[in-house]
């Protein structure tokens, strides 16, 4: 069975990004982000409603982090230590050497090629570095460039599950893509 260890944090490059830890500085973009319904559309969980909220995620990503049971990155730009943005391996199943990846980003930076550039080099790293044997994401069958951009990062459809999760009083489907270590 894999075993984690995310000590010390890796700090990942890209071409434009920078993939860091996530800190409490980070509080104000984490707010933007975990509170706008447009950019929590197909994302099943709660608002933060507040400061003190957004503070309890990042203490929560930072939990994870450090019992070595899920990694999240701040996802910046070279030239701006800004945060735009979250990506990580959430769900992660060291007995079947499977991680879950999700993302999340500012509305004023869709549509830049920054997600697939970020979710590519979590593959590298997910397959070179954590020895994964398999990346999947679970998204929302109505998030279209979610879609698109696990389709650029080479990712295929495995299922579709009908109202598979009860979440604020409806039923919600979930479709699974995934990409295999070759």
């Known amino acids: 069975m894999l075993e984690f260890n995310f000590t010390p944090f890796p700090t990942i490059e890209t071409d434009r990004l920078v993939l860091r830890r996530i800190t409490n500085d980070d509080v104000n973009e984490v707010f933007e982000l975990r509170s706008n319904p447009e950019t929590m559309k197909y994302i099943p969980r709660p608002l933060v409603k507040n400061s003190d909220d957004a503070l309890e995620h990042i203490a929560m990503i930072e939990d994870k982090i450090v019992t070595n049971i899920g990694i999240n990155w701040g996802i910046s730009l070279k030239d701006n230590p800004k945060l735009l943005g979250i990506i990580g391996f959430y769900r992660m ?32 790293y997910g397959f070179n570095d954590l020895k994964l044997h398999s990346i999947e994401a679970v998204i929302d069958p109505e998030n279209f460039a979610s879609e698109k951009v696990l389709q650029k990062c080479g990712f295929v459809k495995e299922a579709h599950f009908k109202e598979s999760e009860f979440y604020e009083g409806r039923f919600l489907d979930n479709v699974v893509y995934s990409l295999l270590n070759k």
Do not use: D, M, S
């Open 93 to 124: 199943q060291p007995q079947n050497y499977r991680a879950e990846i999700g993302y999340i980003l500012l509305p004023e930076f869709h549509g830049k090629g920054i997600v697939p550039e970020a979710v590519n080099r979590l593959i590298t």
